[in-house]
């Protein structure tokens, strides 16, 4: 009953005023009752450590303490630069996170809008703006977000599923996803998926192999060379973190088969109740009504992202986030309507 334009500038008119929330108290603690996980009171100081040294002494480096930014470096350098603009404090570090989930937001909405039109892009950013459980880790210095942003970024810069990439792009998103894992190694789950555009990509066999080689080399020579490469320098930081993180998973299938359960069923239900369970439904429902939905190919990928997310989360028990907000990637087909549908 209403125009387009009118209706579409009320959805972007909700969207920024969610967003905008985001920079008001920026110092307030965590809300209490969403997680009872002691991270809260660790990783926003273990995250920040290194540039905030680097302030306070010129150095990024002190033997013996935790120094993360030996491994992952990105979201270091991110808040020294936040803390060069808006000066050292607890709202310096927290900034960094709100600007990467906000841009997490845009490129979400930007590669929805390239299969599903207007609509689609400015209800999923609705959803992932509103949605409080997200709101609150948007406030929370931990680096999470800000892969994510990098990971999805890197599937916008690879052209998405809309038409053929060519080399250039595959590279750059490479880049972009060589820094998400370099901000934080969770980001590896987009590896199979960005495979998968460079295979998509090719129009011939001989093409598609040279995709796949070029993306895989540019990941392989910057991740892979800066890992071995601080190995070496740091071997101590890495033997704490190789325990940290291999260390921590299954040994047996049998541990791992238990655990699979309570990740596809529990642990993605604390992204708020409800917001989980009416994005299968509608997901589900529109698999059922619309061909068009079930033969995109960005349904393939998201649904392969959501797959692959889950799988790494069920390796271990610990509550390796890697921001799964992005089931809510599925609604696009349920709420454009066309007549193909």
């Not at 033997?63 to 992952?72: I, L, R, S």
């Not at 803390?83 to 990467?100: E, N």
Request: proline content about 3%; glycine content about 8%; charged content about 15%.
């Amino acid at each position: 009953m209403l125009p387009a334009k009118v209706l579409k500038g009320a959805l972007l008119f909700l969207t920024l005023c969610f967003s905008l929330t985001r920079f008001v108290h920026s110092n307030a603690d965590f809300p209490l009752g969403i997680t009872w996980s002691s991270v809260l009171y660790t990783d926003e100081g273990d995250y920040a450590a290194s540039a905030t040294r680097h302030v306070l002494t010129g150095q990024w480096y002190l033997a013996g303490d935790v120094n993360k930014a030996v491994y992952a470096p990105v979201g270091h350098v991110l808040h020294r630069i936040s803390f060069a603009l808006f000066g050292l404090g607890l709202s310096s570090v927290r900034i960094t996170i709100v600007v990467s989930f906000l841009l997490l937001v845009a490129t979400t909405a930007l590669l929805i809008r390239r299969s599903f039109g207007d609509y689609a892009a400015l209800l999923t950013a609705l959803l992932l703006t509103s949605n409080y459980v997200g709101f609150a880790y948007s406030r929370l210095a931990t680096m999470d977000l800000v892969a994510t942003f990098f990971v999805v970024a890197s599937l916008y810069a690879a052209g998405g599923v809309k038409g053929k990439s060519g080399l250039p792009r595959l590279l750059a998103a490479s880049f972009l996803l060589a820094l998400g894992m370099l901000t934080k190694l969770n980001a590896v789950l987009a590896v199979p998926l960005l495979a998968f555009l460079a295979w998509r990509s090719g129009s011939s066999l001989k093409e598609r192999i040279l995709f796949l080689i070029g993306s895989g080399l540019v990941i392989a020579v910057l991740y892979g060379g800066y890992r071995v490469v601080t190995s070496i320098l740091f071997p101590d930081d890495y033997a704490g973190y190789n325990l940290d993180t291999v260390g921590n998973i299954f040994q047996t299938f049998h541990d791992w088969a238990r655990n699979v359960p309570r990740r596809v069923f529990v642990s993605v239900e604390q992204l708020g109740e409800g917001f989980v369970d009416l994005s299968v439904l509608l997901a589900a429902l529109t698999f059922v009504i619309s061909k068009r939905f079930r033969r995109d190919p960005l349904v393939h990928l998201l649904v392969g992202y959501i797959v692959v997310c889950v799988g790494m989360l069920s390796l271990t028990a610990m509550n390796l986030y890697v921001t799964t907000f992005h089931c809510s990637f599925l609604l696009p087909g349920c709420v454009q309507r066309r007549p193909s549908h």
